[in-house]
C-alpha cells in the first residue's frame, strides 16, 4: 500500500499522540525528530511488504495458466504464500 507523504506523516502523529496519552512512551527528543522516526518506520515496514508482495507475484506468474482455467485461485494462493513468507521471514505485517 503506498501513501504519501504527508499520509504518512497525519498516522506518525496519530500515533505518537496515542502513545503518550497512554504514558507508554516519554519523548526525549525533539517531537519532529520522534515524528519523522515514525516516519521513517512506517515507510520502511510498507516498503518491506511491496516487495514481498512483488516476490509472491513473481512465483504465481508461473502458474497463471492454472489460474486462467480455474483449477487455482489467485487471491487465495497469494494470501497462502504471503503469509508462508511472512512466517519463514519471521516478519511482522
Do not use: C, W
Not at 21 to 49: C, F, S, Y
Amino acid at each position: 500500500m503506498r501513501l504519501t507523504k504527508l499520509q504518512t506523516e497525519e498516522i506518525s502523529k496519530v500515533i505518537l499522540k496515542k502513545l503518550k496519552g497512554m504514558d507508554m512512551v516519554t519523548v526525549n527528543a525533539p517531537e519532529d525528530k520522534a515524528l519523522h522516526r515514525i516516519a521513517e518506520i512506517i515507510t520502511r515496514d510498507l516498503m518491506v511488504e511491496e516487495e514481498l508482495d512483488r516476490e509472491v507475484k513473481k512465483f504465481l506468474e508461473t502458474y497463471e495458466a492454472d489460474f486462467k482455467s480455474g483449477k487455482l485461485e489467485y487471491t487465495k494462493m497469494f494470501n497462502k504464500i504471503k503469509d508462508k513468507l511472512v512466517k519463514e521471514r519471521d516478519l511482522t505485517i
